[in-house]
Antibody, heavy 121, light 109 residues
Framework: QITLKESGPTLVKPTQTLTLTCTFS??????????VGWIRQPPGKALEWLAL???????RYSPSLKSRLTITKDTSKNQVVLIMTNVDPDDTATYFC?????????????WGQGTLVTVSS | SYVLTQPPSVSVAPGQTAKIPCGGN??????VHWYQQKPGQAPVLVVY???DRPSGIPERFSGSNSGNTATLIISRVEAGDEADYYC????????????FGGGTKLTVL
């Protein structure tokens, strides 16, 4: 059974750096084709894809946020970390991590419950 | 970057068929995925690769993709289908990126 869970701060001040962790089980990020992505959703708004890391450490970033994002993985801990620098109130959102298996489909087939991050002074 | 366009809302009576469109330039050349999201919950994949259903998703959910429009089709709509629905593609035309539509609120009358 695949599960993912996001963790991190609930409140961050403007200009600070946000670090979010996705801890997963039921699959390995060493399996060929597997990826873990981050998607966010501002309150009342649509989903927005942020970044994804593959089993082979290849990384993809949203073009509009690329300069502010870093995604890494720790396969020994079954974790993926997303770092977002210089946050502002527009980054207030629920942040989800999700599983993707490129070998089968480019859809996100399993999602975490999400974690709400508020950016405010 | 690639843009997906969805109507903000669609309404349908129980038992009828709901069709939720997702517009994009030559979208038929891409594979489209659909997610259902109920309030306060994470999205759930309901259709992938245009028309395939994940395990556990009712056969009432199906999809099509032709020309510049992909469509999520929900047959015999139930009250429990009321939710936001998002289309998504993997865009390889510029950067390799995952793109979501703006979402459609399905209201069951």
């Amino acid at each position: 059974q695949i599960t993912l869970k996001e963790s991190g701060p609930t409140l961050v001040k403007p200009t600070q750096t946000l670090t979010l962790t996705c801890t997963f089980s039921g699959f390995s990020l060493t399996t060929s084709g597997v990826g873990v992505g981050w998607i966010r959703q501002p309150p009342g708004k649509a989903l927005e894809w942020l970044a994804l890391i593959y089993w082979n450490d290849h990384k993809r970033y949203s073009p509009s946020l690329k300069s502010r994002l870093t995604i890494t993985k720790d396969t020994s801990k079954n974790q993926v970390v997303l770092i977002m620098t210089n946050v502002d109130p527009d980054d207030t959102a629920t942040y989800f991590c999700a599983h993707e298996w490129t070998t089968v489909t480019t859809a996100f087939d399993y999602w975490g419950q999400g974690t709400l991050v508020t950016v405010s002074s | 970057s690639y843009v997906l366009t969805q109507p903000p809302s669609v309404s349908v009576a129980p038992g009828q068929t709901a069709k939720i469109p997702c517009g994009g330039n030559n979208i038929e050349s891409k594979t489209v995925h659909w997610y259902q999201q109920k309030p306060g919950q994470a999205p759930v994949l309901v259709v992938y690769d245009d028309s395939d259903r994940p395990s556990g998703i009712p056969e009432r959910f199906s999809g099509s993709n032709s020309g510049n429009t992909a469509t999520l089709i929900i047959s015999r709509v139930e009250a429990g289908d009321e939710a936001d629905y998002y289309c998504q593609v993997w865009d390889t035309t510029t950067d390799l990126s995952w793109v979501f539509g703006g979402g459609t609120k399905l209201t069951v009358l």
